[in-house]
């Protein structure tokens, strides 16, 4: 069986691995009627098979002054991969971008990636950076909220 894909699309190479189950059937209807196949996603179709960024489950805890300082913060991130491996570079440049531009005496951020049977997700630009920087925000506000401020103090 010769498989041949015209183009794979950019995104880092995040699409090059989302046309495996389409060569796989292409590969196996071609084998069992021993004629060439070939076939072709409609681009609403490609788009549901490839799908956005990967699906996060976080929670996180920290501990503050009552000047608002906060002087540990932990983040935890889950990314959701589907079937395929997709997610690992999203949690690694998440993990890698989490501190953001804040310094804390006491950080830490962790993860993991869930499998699931849905459809994988196609990594784009700044994979989990777009996702772990507002959750870091998330916390510096609720912090702020506790403390009956504004976050920018």
């Known amino acids: 069986v010769d498989v041949r894909?015209?183009?794979?699309?950019?995104?880092?190479?995040?699409?090059?691995?989302?046309h495996m189950p389409t060569a796989v059937v292409a590969a196996?209807?071609?084998a069992k009627h021993r004629v060439p196949v070939r076939m072709h996603h409609e681009r609403a179709d490609d788009m549901a098979a490839t799908g956005g960024r990967a699906p996060l489950d976080a929670s996180w805890s920290?501990?503050?002054?009552?000047?608002?300082?906060?002087?540990?913060?932990?983040?935890?991130?889950?990314f959701e991969s589907g079937?395929?491996?997709?997610?690992?570079?999203d949690l690694a440049m998440a993990?890698?971008?989490s501190d953001n531009c804040y310094h804390h005496d006491d950080f830490a951020c962790s993860g993991?990636?869930?499998?699931?049977?849905r459809?994988?997700?196609?990594?784009?630009?700044?994979?989990?950076?777009?996702?772990?920087?507002p959750l870091h925000e998330a916390v510096?506000?609720?912090?702020?909220e506790k403390l009956g401020k504004h976050a920018e103090e």
């Open 112 to 117: 993991g990636i869930t499998s699931t049977p």
């Open 5 to 18: 894909v015209r183009r794979i699309g950019g995104a880092y190479g995040g699409k090059i691995e989302h």
């Open 83 to 89: 079937a395929q491996d997709g997610a690992y570079g």
């Open 95 to 97: 993990i890698q971008w």
């Open 140 to 144: 510096l506000e609720a912090v702020a």
């Open 28 to 30: 196996l209807a071609a």
């Open 119 to 133: 459809p994988g997700n196609t990594a784009c630009r700044a994979p989990g950076v777009l996702v772990s920087i």
């Open 62 to 78: 920290c501990a503050f002054d009552e000047t608002g300082n906060v002087t540990s913060c932990a983040l935890k991130l889950n």
